[in-house]
């Protein structure tokens, strides 16, 4: 007489094996935060403020001032090749082949990132020639 547990345990592995044998791929679950280089080129905007607001325009969005005491504070900032260079109006002069991913971040994680003073986030955006790292001499 066979073992009930063995028996179990070949039932289900037979079950499991079948499930996986459907043929069925899930699809990748696109990143909301993250616009890829092929994303970019798709779009056929001129600029990466262009693209932005085309692909993902929640990055574009302030929450407003966010404090009594820095109240002209608007809008995400733009870190370019790790490099802070200001407001999203320097996202109008990113020409779009040049990029090879944007990403955003939203408060918290720009906080932990960069420190405070980013309550509005920050867009990320990496260059081909930034995302190239040089070795040390």
């Known amino acids: 007489m066979p073992d009930p547990t063995r028996r179990v345990f070949e039932l289900a592995l037979a079950t ?13 679950k696109q990143d909301r935060d993250y616009i890829t280089s092929v994303e970019l080129a798709h779009t056929n905007a001129a600029s ?13 969005r302030t929450r407003g001032p ?3 005491l820095n109240s002209n504070a608007m809008g995400p900032a ?12 320097v996202l109008t ?3 779009l082949q040049d990029v090879q991913t944007v990403r955003y971040l939203a408060s918290w994680d720009a ?10 986030g920050v867009i990320e955006v990496t ?10 001499d």
């Open 66 to 68: 966010s404090s009594v």
């Open 48 to 60: 990466v403020f262009d693209a932005i607001r085309y692909l993902q325009p929640r990055f574009l």
């Open 93 to 95: 002069d990113i020409p």
């Open 78 to 89: 733009v870190v370019v090749d790790q490099t802070l260079l200001g407001g999203i109006q």
């Open 16 to 28: 499991s094996l079948a499930a996986c044998a459907t043929g069925r791929v899930a699809p990748l």
């Open 111 to 120: 906080t932990t990132r960069y420190g405070p003073g980013y309550a509005n």
């Open 127 to 136: 260059t081909w020639r930034g995302s190239r790292r040089v070795a040390p």
